[in-house]
C-alpha cells in the first residue's frame, strides 16, 4: 500500500459517513500532503474501488462519490439538500437471491426523498 493510498483511506475513515467527492478527497489530501497529485487521487481511488476497499456512487447532475463502507448497503438522498446518507438494509440480498433462485454479486439502492429539515422548510402549498 501507497503512502498515497493509505492517505486517502485514513481521510475517507476520518470522514466518513460522509460521501465524499474526488476533488473533496483531493482538496484534504493536499492539505496534508502538498505534493499529491489529483491523477494519482483518481487513480487510486478507482484502484481502491476495484479492489473492493471502496464504494462508488454515481450521482446524477452531481460529482461522483465515494463511500468508505464497501458493505452491501443502500443510500437516501435528499432531493432538496443532496444530502446522502447509508441506509442499511438488512437481508435484501438474501429475499432477491430467493426470489430469483441465483446469486446476488451486488447491488445500488438509492431512494430519494426529502430529509425532515427540508420538509419542513417546503411551503404547505407545494
Known sequence: MTRQRALILDIMREKSPQHLTADELF???RLRMPHIARGTVYRNLKMMELDGEVGHLEMPGGPDRYDYNPSPHGHL?????GHLADLPVVGLMREVE????TEVRGYTLTIHY???????????DE
Open 27 to 29: 482538496n484534504e489530501a
Open 77 to 81: 438522498l435528499c432531493d432538496g439538500c
Open 98 to 101: 430467493a426470489a430469483i433462485g
Open 114 to 124: 426529502l430529509c425532515p429539515k427540508c420538509r419542513a422548510a417546503k411551503p404547505a
